[in-house]
């Protein structure tokens, strides 16, 4: 299928409004629409928040009467099914446009090419396939949950130039800048769920929530669309402080324990507003896979793992992390200092864990490194 210049040129600006939902929408997919009639834009659209208006109808209320024989770039296949707001195939459909080109089919089973064939029955040029890569990354979290029934998981580390972490007493603040920091906070504020293990909240009892205004936050235009991702701790035997900070924060916070763990106290907890969830174990720890599939069922597109280097570690190992987000501080701390990640096994080169770069990025004073695992190191316990 050939795209004119001009398709791709339309396409792109689908693509950026799609980008405007970036903090808002979960557990809706991100999408953009244009309208084009007569070579041009005459409406467009982005959804901002689950239960509003799909970008579709939000950019046919623009366009008017304008939209009757257009063509509506989508960075999303149009809904076919009545969900909390009615399928924009068929809004598409009655407002008269004559072509729609979708940059990706949706691979959630209510949609799933049903959107495409619906135009196309009702006389419409449906086409996809337009600057799908690009699409793809606008969604990486709903569309891992749709296809593979698990979200996509983020890792972040901060580290100085030798790979250390905290100085050998613990002492770790700060490794990195308030500009690296704040990139933090947007990793957050796009993230469905933050995970974090026990022994994080024990030694820094963190907030765990989104810190910066809403007005800072591109897309947000509300302060109320600014959602608290769900604060999730893994802490196999229940070990969680009744006056941790998170627990009296807006916002939800899950335990995720073992199956033996003290009964009473997750009764503690429950009474505090927590939820708590029960794991098989494997080794001794917690079924991370599992885990991912559990907040799956909960509509968690995006995880983000802010951990000590033992749960990264563990996470790495277990082959369930798609993105290493790493913010790398220009000083030396020893070798005396921790190290990034705990990766017991890992003895030959032939054990290691193989990354590659996904990007880089100056972000203040500090590099800000974005790499993906190839493969999971063969030595490891």
């Known amino acids: 299928m050939t795209f004119s210049a001009d398709d791709h040129r339309f396409m792109a600006r689908a693509l950026r409004l799609a980008e405007r939902g970036l903090f808002t929408t979960d557990p809706n997919p991100r999408v953009g629409c244009v309208l084009v009639r007569n070579g041009e834009i005459v409406g467009e659209g982005w959804h901002r928040r689950a239960g509003e208006a799909h970008a579709e109808r939000l950019a046919l209320a623009a366009a008017g009467d304008a939209a009757t024989g257009a063509t509506a770039y ?14 924009c195939a068929k809004g598409l459909i009655e407002a008269g446009v004559a072509r729609v080109v979708a940059a990706m089919t949706d691979p959630n089973p209510l949609v799933a090419g049903r959107g495409l064939a619906m135009l196309r029955e009702a006389g419409i040029v449906a086409e996809h396939g337009l600057l799908a890569a690009d699409a793809e990354s606008v969604n990486p979290g709903f569309l891992r949950r749709m296809r593979d029934g698990r979200p996509h998981v983020r890792c972040k580390l901060a580290m100085s130039l030798d790979g250390r972490t905290a100085m050998a007493s613990g002492e770790s603040k700060w490794i990195t800048s308030e500009a690296a920091r704040a990139d933090v906070q947007r990793l957050r504020a796009r993230s469905s769920a ?172 500090d590099l800000r490194l974005a790499l993906r695992c190839k493969t999971v190191p063969t030595g490891v316990d």
């Open 194 to 365: 933050i995970v974090t293990g026990i022994e994080t909240v024990l030694a820094d009892d963190p907030s765990m929530n989104v810190r910066l205004p809403a007005d800072e936050l591109p897309g947000v235009e509300h302060a109320e669309y600014l959602r608290q991702p769900l604060r999730v701790v893994l802490d196999t035997r229940l070990r969680m402080p009744p006056r941790a900070r998170m627990l009296s924060l807006p916002g939800q916070t899950l335990v995720v324990c073992g199956e033996s763990a003290p009964q009473a106290i997750e009764n503690e907890l429950r009474d505090l507003g927590a939820d708590v969830l029960r794991l098989p174990q494997l080794g001794g720890r917690l079924d991370l896979d599992q885990l991912l599939m559990q907040l799956a069922r909960r509509e968690v597109n995006e995880v983000l793992i802010e951990s000590g280097r033992t749960l990264a570690g563990s996470a790495l190992s277990a082959g369930i992390v798609d993105e290493l987000i790493v913010y790398m501080a220009p000083h030396l701390m020893g070798d005396a200092a921790r190290g990034l990640v705990r990766l017991p096994g890992v003895e030959r080169m032939a054990d290691r864990l193989d990354l590659e770069f996904g990007g880089a990025r100056q972000v203040g004073s």
């Open 74 to 87: 989508v960075s999303l296949e149009p809904c076919s099914h009545h969900g909390r707001t009615p399928p």
